[in-house]
């Protein structure tokens, strides 16, 4: 039987060797510089996967971490690995294999690169409970602390909520935050039961007065584009729009977009044409 220290060496050399099999032109990345390994960056892969490099390099190293399934999921999929490859990287980290009801969240290395070909325009894609599957640099920037260096995936209702950086950079805090919260009420209900849904509610529960008291107000809200106010970090409050496309395998995968739609704005303005609403996503859900 395995040691741990034994299997944490394992689990780094078969995440090293799959990350060293694949090429930017495989996963549609644009080739930057020169590379002395082969194969992808690690700080690439980590964006692919929508998780913080820093913590990718630390699992990578064989340090004495713990990666979630949801993690190891989105490494799977980033990496290309089949359901094989997908269940030994899971016995590795100590976990069982996945379920199958869990491959809703998974992405393709093509479409998670989509956001990383976006760039200097802040862009993500986010699963159906708000999960960020995969983000930018430039989203990282404007959403600080959406992305840490926790194993589990950043999560967007989570950081509205729960992260005191979105009380700054949502202008409009209060509106977007209560049309999140009616969105994931109507997105729970269609998914009764699902434990994705339930443990997100119930840490918001406990960590925000707000959801504890907006919460049985039953507020329930539909998906739309729009604009909204943003502090950038160097730039100041700026109006975004912000548009989303979902996948057409995955329609719960939502792929958002957010273009400065105007010079920065002062403080105390309406954005033109703002809906109050949270622009996490747009059409059916953002």
């Known amino acids: 039987m395995s040691t741990q220290p034994d299997r944490r060496r394992q689990l780094s050399a078969f995440l090293r060797s799959r990350r060293e099999r694949l090429t930017p032109d495989e996963v549609g990345l644009p080739r930057t510089g020169r ?9 690439e892969l980590a964006l692919l ?3 913080s490099a820093t913590w990718y390099t630390y699992l990578e190293q064989g340090r004495n971490i713990r990666a979630s399934e949801q993690v190891l999921t989105a490494l799977a999929s980033a990496l290309r690995l089949d359901r094989h490859e ?8 100590g976990h069982s294999p996945a379920a199958e009801a869990g491959a809703h969240d998974l992405l393709t290395a093509e479409v998670s690169a989509v956001p990383l070909l976006l760039q200097p325009n802040p862009a993500y894609i986010i699963g159906g409970n708000y999960d960020v599957l995969s983000h930018n640099r430039a989203a990282a920037e404007l959403f600080p602390r959406l992305i840490t260096e926790e194993e589990r995936p950043a999560n967007f209702v989570r950081w509205v909520f729960l992260e005191p950086a979105a009380r700054e950079v949502l202008v409009d805090w209060e509106p977007e935050a209560r049309g999140v919260l009616g969105r994931l009420r109507t997105l729970a209900a269609n998914h009764s039961g699902d434990p994705r849904y339930t ?18 107000q039953y507020e329930v809200q539909v998906r739309r584009s729009g604009r909204k106010r943003l502090r950038h970090p160097r730039q100041g409050t700026v109006e975004y729009v912000y548009t989303a496309f979902h996948l057409a395998e995955q329609p719960e995968q939502t792929l958002v977009v957010y273009l400065p739609g105007s010079e920065p704005v002062e403080e105390g303005t309406s954005p033109r044409g703002s809906a109050a609403v949270c622009s996490c996503g747009g059409g059916r859900r953002d």
Do not use: K
């Open 49 to 51: 996967a929508g998780i």
């Open 35 to 43: 590379r002395r390994t082969p194969g992808l960056r690690r700080e």
């Open 86 to 93: 997908r269940d030994h990287l899971l016995s590795l980290a």
């Open 199 to 216: 443990r997100l509610i119930e840490e918001l529960h406990e960590g925000s007065a707000e959801m504890r008291e907006w919460w049985p």
